[in-house]
């Protein structure tokens, strides 16, 4: 009989499906070990038309414009002057945290009064980097959710719109803070002016803070106010020096996304749980950097997001730590290379070399990538259905199937669940399993190596945030 009859591939075929039956296996089954081997990334979802529509009107002069402005007040560092005076002059701290303010006061009348514009002032008291008690003041608007139990939910996008130079106390002399931060501050003033134009089941939070160079001063009373207050903020979405300064060196295709591993926010128990189940690497900050990355797939935002299994650069912060400490999931968005000579320097030439964090080493194009990219993630998860609770994997016996168990998503949008997987080694999700509008789920994978989660999906193909499961013996 010729290899190439029908008869011998039909005998071949039979032979395989009784050996792969025999080893206690489907095809199915078989085909995603394969695919999960290879490393094989499922392909993206569609993207939802009217998100893809609302990215496109993501303005890279208007971020121009935004950043020349903040720039325009000379300097915004948080000990700078706030006075009436310095206000009316279009000087200081102040002057921007007003301008602020009445940018997303214009963003809501544009919208018929869909935003909330709230300040939350304070005054914070001496310490290294302020000298005496300081009023520090951060600027946000709330865009409300639409439907009555989604709207608890929150997800976050905030930048530092204070600056600094070469002092750490200097509050006279010029700190521009073109790229750090006035980048961040505008993509979180662009995704409020876009987004604001539609409406999500859940709330969106745009916020602007002061005091980061200080020492992380407004985003940690931000935080604080929001755990004391007992809000459900899924996502925090933190933009800190992402200009994308136009250096030789820099590569504007890519930006970097920083979550933290073991999350700061873990009791002592918690942590020793981890580290037996060796999920170091699966904080819900690592889980919101990966959404990240599978909305980039989806909508092609212009930049990629590379992961960085880091809290912060080496040996540096940023404000996303202040909601970690509080329990958040919060990653940080920052430029693939900083240029040093452009951050933390006062404006000069010295041997022929520019100094000082100008608006003109701006990559304002890049910017506007970056900022489709928070906006994307926000409408994807504001749009989409709270992720599933208690999700557990049962560990009763021995066995190599696994079995998970989770309790409905919450706010009834959810019409299914998908259990996604990956090798402990791999850094994203490589297999996907829709199984239904179901509470349990068991899998032809050894629990003893892949990494499990669950995720909720709704009728137009929105995504939860996935959630790991703790064990259930």
């Not at 009784?18 to 070990?33: R, S, Y």
């Not at 037996?276 to 930049?303: F, M």
């Amino acid at each position: 009989m010729a290899l190439s009859s029908p008869v011998w591939i039909k005998s071949w075929a039979s032979l395989f499906l009784a050996m792969v039956a025999g080893l206690g296996m489907n095809v199915a089954g078989l085909a995603q070990n394969v695919k999960a081997a290879a490393g094989e990334h499922n392909p993206p979802e569609i993207a939802n038309a009217r998100i893809a529509r609302a990215l496109q009107n993501i303005s890279a002069e208007r971020i121009r414009a935004t950043v020349e402005k903040l720039v325009s007040f000379h300097t915004r560092q948080t000990l700078s002057a706030q006075d009436d005076a310095a206000i009316a002059a279009g000087r200081g701290i102040g002057a921007a945290r007003e301008w602020i303010k009445a940018e997303f006061e214009r963003y809501s009348k544009a919208c018929g009064g869909c935003l909330e514009v709230k300040s939350d002032s304070f005054t914070e008291t001496a310490a290294d980097r302020i000298p005496t008690p300081t009023q520090i003041t951060n600027v946000y608007a709330v865009l409300k959710g639409t439907d009555p139990q989604s709207a608890k939910r929150m997800v976050l996008v905030t930048g530092h719109y204070d600056s600094r130079n070469s002092g750490e106390l200097d509050a006279s002399s010029d700190a521009p803070g073109a790229n750090d931060d006035a980048s961040g501050t505008a993509v979180s003033l662009e995704c409020a002016r876009v987004l604001s134009q539609q409406k999500f089941p859940a709330t969106v939070l745009f916020l602007a803070v002061a005091g980061e160079e200080q020492g992380l001063n407004g985003s940690s009373h931000f935080a604080q106010m929001a755990k004391q207050q007992g809000w459900n903020i899924e996502a925090v979405l933190n933009n800190d020096i992402v200009g994308g300064d136009q250096s030789a060196l820099q590569d504007s295709s890519v930006v970097r996304v920083f979550s933290e591993g073991l999350p700061q926010a873990a009791t002592e128990a918690q942590v020793r749980r981890i580290r037996a189940l060796g999920g170091e690497n699966d904080s819900p900050s690592r889980q919101l950097a990966r959404y990240i990355t599978e909305v980039a797939r989806i909508y092609r935002t212009g930049v990629e997001p590379r992961m960085i299994f880091r809290l912060d650069r080496y040996l540096r912060g940023g404000d996303h730590s202040a909601f970690n400490q509080q329990g958040f999931a919060a990653v940080r968005f920052t430029e693939y290379r900083e240029d040093y000579n452009h951050q933390h320097q006062d404006v000069r030439t010295e041997k022929g070399m520019e100094y000082g964090d100008l608006a003109k080493f701006v990559n304002f194009e890049y910017v506007a990538s970056v900022a489709r990219l928070n906006a994307a993630t926000l409408a994807s998860l504001a749009s989409g259905p709270a992720p599933p609770v208690k999700v557990r994997l049962v560990t009763k016996k021995l066995e190599n199937d696994s079995t998970l168990t989770w309790e409905s998503s919450t706010g009834g949008l959810a019409t299914g669940y998908e259990v996604v997987s990956r090798a402990t080694s791999s850094p994203a999700w490589e297999s996907v399993s829709a199984v239904g509008q179901v509470n349990r789920a068991t899998l032809k994978f050894s629990k003893d190596n892949v990494i499990f989660a669950v995720r909720a999906v709704d009728a137009q193909g929105h995504r939860s945030l996935p959630v790991v499961p703790d064990p259930e013996r």
